[in-house]
């Protein structure tokens, strides 16, 4: 069984993923958040440091693009064979975000298979990488997902990533348990679990229903509580309190050199509205930090929150 970290855009960089595996364990690798393809010459890629291997020594990380001509992706994973050494590429055909479905991008490809199909097609004859891809039921029916298995059958795909949603449906109501019955019956692809795995019970019960499913990945259940891979393996987690703190001093320390203090305040804001989870913090006192402006103010204020709140069985 193998844990993943799921890519979350603007949040699972590689500083996020470099601390939460410095301070938890039981993730085994990761998928990064997307990146553009593009045609060779309008590639710069000496810039992108979410892949530099030097940010990622930790653990395996399998670099995501996102695009929909084939060309562009051949070009893209070569250039980042021969720059970094890469292998292994994700396509992300799952985003719902409207912008992104209407340049017939992420989910948005799902209802075209023959394009989903033309970019695999020329991935698997012109490179000699592994790649897989990420996706949803479908955007706006899962008739779409099970025609996109059906034509992805006899490719040599490395596994695919299933979370399973409609595209229309966002991240809210459910995910469709039976429909994921249907798509496991229909591909002898290694399938990747991606969805709502917010507890250990979650996780017990999902197991239990898809003994196929050897691959699980973890999105916003860890951002909420980062005990959770470990608390799966049936690790000791120790001090709660005190890990949770060291993580978070640590976390701000990366941060603050490369994002300075308007940067970090930022990415904090957004995590705390996972992060609230842990220490349990009522809206009112989430409202009022989120108020707060200033880096040095919020940091002293979100510190003794943890210290007060934090549970530690
Ligand atoms: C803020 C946010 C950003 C996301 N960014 C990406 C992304 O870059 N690539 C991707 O394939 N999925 C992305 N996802 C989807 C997640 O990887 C995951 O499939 C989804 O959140 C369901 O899993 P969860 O309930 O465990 O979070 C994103 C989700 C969220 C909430």
Redesign the pocket.
Known sequence: MNLWL???????NYLFRNSLCRHFGGIDCF????MPVQERAKLNVSNWRDIWPKNNTLKPATP?L?GNVPAHFVDTMHLLHETYGYTSF?W?V??PVAQVVRRHR?CGLMPDTDRVEEVVAAVTSQTPFRFSI?M?LGLHSPDEGLRILERLESYPLDYI?I?P?LGVQM?EGV?DWDMLDEFCRHTHHRLVY?????LVPDFVRLRQRYPMIQDW???????RNPFLAEEIRGMDVGDRRSRFLKYYQHFAAELLPLRHERGTLHNFKELWHYWRCLTGISDEQLRQLLRVDDWEHFYERSLQMIQDGCPNP
């Open positions: 799921a890519p979350l855009d603007g949040i699972t998928v990064t958040p997307f995501q996102m994700n992300n799952g985003c992420g990420k949803r990533v979370h949603r991240y995910p991606s969805g709502d795995l917010n990945m973890l999105g916003r259940g860890i951002l």
